[in-house]
């Protein structure tokens, strides 16, 4: 989720992302503190002097976005889970971490890390509103906005539907009483679900409330998106069980189709991606595997040189790609696959190409599995 983004840097080896979403709200926010509350405080303030208390106030606040999501992130790392990225986006921010907590605990105190630092940092900015009395109005309404907005987003952040962290608390405690991280994942994500139906609904009762027509807007969407979140980490936490045991040559294509390294881009257009619908193809040479031609290759390449163009010339070589053994684990690869928005990943034992795996192979796998009512792979 939300892997797009402009990247704006790293912090403890995280990379921090712009989502383009991002834009939009950073605007809202700054104009309705420019237009709005900074007025309501002090009438005297100029235009100008308004807008940049306004950007200055929005850039603090989302520095205390990134200072939540970060600790969360910082707190996973500390118990051995790989954090890809921040990314700032319409509603906050969202952490990518790339596979579930081992313990309740762990998943408990890295739920609870944002929240405890959106609730210091409001209240240090609290303690400067206090401090600041005899200072500039300007100065004391920025302090008082920022902490009232990061206790608030404390206490949102609490409640107790997944994913938020509020709901991750409520799995972790379901997981330590069950001592099953997947029914603790279905229970806690079908309250997220019934949070964000109430958010629904009230947004839509205050759409026909006259004044609040744009808060029911924002309301019943941010329901959509807790809705849609919650069925979304449900869905990966099921797909995590149920590959438990799997084993790569367990699921991928045994003989899949291949083409040489001097076969034009034009044929393999034509003879392989169309025809056989498929998104990319291994190139082989007397056995070995030399690499892969993928859509995102081709693309590079101008179509009126297609014709013109070999296979070799074009494709990610073979110490480019990220690989797999027969007997990986399928949890391990998919981890490398959702981390680098991958489609396949060549399957290769001593140079030989074993097989390939994609996600349409781990699509069908579950997908039979579950005709067949097989609800866990052996281990």
């Given at each position: 989720m939300l892997r797009g983004g402009i990247p704006i840097g790293k912090i403890f080896g995280i990379a921090i992302r712009l989502n383009y979403s991002w834009f939009i709200v950073f605007g809202?926010?700054?104009?309705?503190?420019?237009?709005?509350?900074?007025?309501?405080?002090?009438?005297?303030?100029?235009?100008?002097?308004?807008?940049?208390?306004?950007?200055?106030?929005?850039?603090?606040?989302?520095?205390?976005?990134l200072a939540h999501e970060l600790m969360h992130s910082v707190f996973a790392q500390r118990f051995g889970i790989p954090v890809q990225s921040i990314t700032l986006f319409i509603f906050g921010g969202v952490s990518q971490i790339t596979k579930e907590p081992q313990k309740p605990k762990d998943e408990l105190r890295i739920a609870l890390a944002g929240p405890l630092t959106s609730l210091v940092v409001g209240g240090v900015f609290w303690a400067v509103w206090f401090?600041?009395?005899?200072?500039?109005?300007?100065?004391?309404?920025?302090?008082?906005?920022?902490?009232?907005?990061?206790?608030?987003?404390?206490?949102?952040?609490?409640?107790?539907?997944?994913?938020?962290?509020?709901?991750?608390?409520?799995?972790?405690?379901?997981?330590?009483?069950?001592?099953?991280?997947?029914q603790a994942t279905k229970t806690a994500s079908?309250?997220?679900?019934?949070?964000?139906?109430?958010?629904?609904?009230?947004?839509?009762?205050?759409?026909?409330?006259?004044?609040?027509?744009?808060?029911?807007?924002?309301?019943?969407?941010?329901?959509?998106?807790?809705?849609?979140?919650?069925?979304?980490?449900?869905?990966?936490?099921?797909?995590?069980?149920a590959f438990?045991?799997?084993?790569?040559?367990?699921?991928?294509?045994?003989?899949?189709?291949?083409?040489?390294?001097?076969?034009?881009?034009?044929?393999?257009?034509?003879?392989?991606?169309?025809?056989?619908?498929?998104?990319?193809?291994?190139?082989?040479e007397g056995g070995r595997f030399l690499g892969l031609m993928t859509v995102s290759d081709i693309r590079r390449v101008p179509r009126?040189?297609?014709?013109?163009?070999?296979?070799?010339?074009?494709?990610?070589?073979?110490?480019?790609?990220?690989?797999?053994?027969?007997?990986?684990?399928?949890?391990?690869?998919?981890q490398q696959m959702t981390e680098r928005d991958l489609n396949q990943v060549p399957v290769v034992a001593d140079g030989r190409l074993q097989g390939l795996l994609t996600r349409s192979n781990l699509m069908r796998f579950l997908h039979l599995r579950d005709e067949l009512g097989i609800r866990k792979a052996a281990a």
């Open positions: 809202l926010v700054t104009w309705a503190l420019s237009v709005g509350y900074f007025p309501s405080i002090d009438p005297t303030l100029g235009v100008p002097t308004r807008v940049v208390a306004g950007l200055l106030t929005s850039v603090l606040f989302f520095g205390s976005v401090l600041a009395q005899d200072a500039s109005s300007l100065v004391v309404a920025i302090a008082y906005w920022l902490g009232w907005i990061n206790v608030s987003l404390a206490v949102f952040n609490l409640i107790p539907g997944f994913p938020l962290d509020g709901g991750r608390v409520l799995r972790s405690i379901l997981w330590w009483r069950k001592g099953n991280l997947l079908n309250i997220g679900r019934g949070v964000g139906y109430l958010f629904i609904f009230a947004g839509l009762v205050q759409i026909f409330i006259p004044g609040l027509t744009f808060q029911g807007l924002w309301l019943a969407f941010i329901g959509w998106f807790l809705d849609s979140a919650a069925s979304a980490s449900r869905r990966e936490v099921m797909m995590q069980a438990e045991g799997v084993r790569v040559h367990d699921v991928m294509a045994r003989h899949p189709v291949t083409v040489g390294p001097d076969v034009t881009i034009q044929e393999v257009v034509d003879d392989y991606l169309l025809l056989r619908n498929i998104r990319a193809v291994p190139v082989v009126d040189r297609w014709s013109e163009t070999p296979v070799r010339a074009a494709m990610t070589p073979a110490p480019a790609l990220v690989t797999a053994y027969p007997d990986d684990s399928i949890l391990s690869v998919l």
